[in-house]
């Protein structure tokens, strides 16, 4: 009995960082919430089914992605073995302005390093037009570095540091990109830390008034997926929008997307 408390005590843990539907589908599954505690596990989905209003088939696949996000979580928390890049994110402040024909993108970071002897910071960037169509500048808080592509999309980059870091000590950096038409980049601008994120704060001024919605720990598969439904969000006279986001999961997106059509 004790045993199976640690289990559950630890999964529950882990599960409060996930999203609402992926925390009710893992904690029924294994049949934590005492609602949900019945021998068998299609009447446990079913009970989740019912409370998410989704169909079972549905719960089932949240579960399985759940399972996934809980074993990163598992790996990647702090009674695991520090990684090489060991590091992570204080505050993470993004400003996009989109009504000046080629976007700018300013993002202000704050990160605190988790062992001595922090000398860089491996980071990454989606760029549906290549890394041929950015251009970035550092502002201040290091040199930048080009790493390649890392995948078809994406840019990665590392910014070594002026000095190596002692463990617990604090960063900042600045970084500007700048992109050559609104064309080039997707209708979205999220963020999907590889490392825990404390804070991240994200301002986009459009030009026009697009439909807005919210991703908060989304999957990045449904970021660009038009069926996965979003929060709504207003965008205010000036045609801003700012959100603020805690406590970010590593491997999940929070931010915004939009609708390219009246955003342009």
Known sequence: MAIREKVAGRLSSLASHLPEDLRVAALAAFAI??????????DRVRWAASLLDRDPRTVRRRVDEAIEVLAELASS???????????????????????QGAPLILEQRRIVADRDGLRS???????????????????????LVDRGMEATDRWGFRLDLPRPLSRGESWESALLFRLPSVAALRPHMVCVPRQPCESFDLRVRFEGQPEVRVLEGAFQRDVSDPGYRGRPHEVDPSGEIHLRFQRLTPGLAYGARWDDRSSA
């Open 121 to 143: 910071l491996d980071l990454a960037v989606s760029l549906p037009a290549g890394r041929s169509s950015l251009s970035t500048t550092v502002l201040y808080g290091g040199r």
């Open 33 to 42: 919430s005492s609602e949900a505690r019945q021998p068998l596990y299609q």
């Open 77 to 99: 928390s702090p009674s695991a073995a520090p990684s090489a890049d060991s590091w992570h994110t204080a505050s993470l402040a993004v400003s996009m302005v989109l009504d």
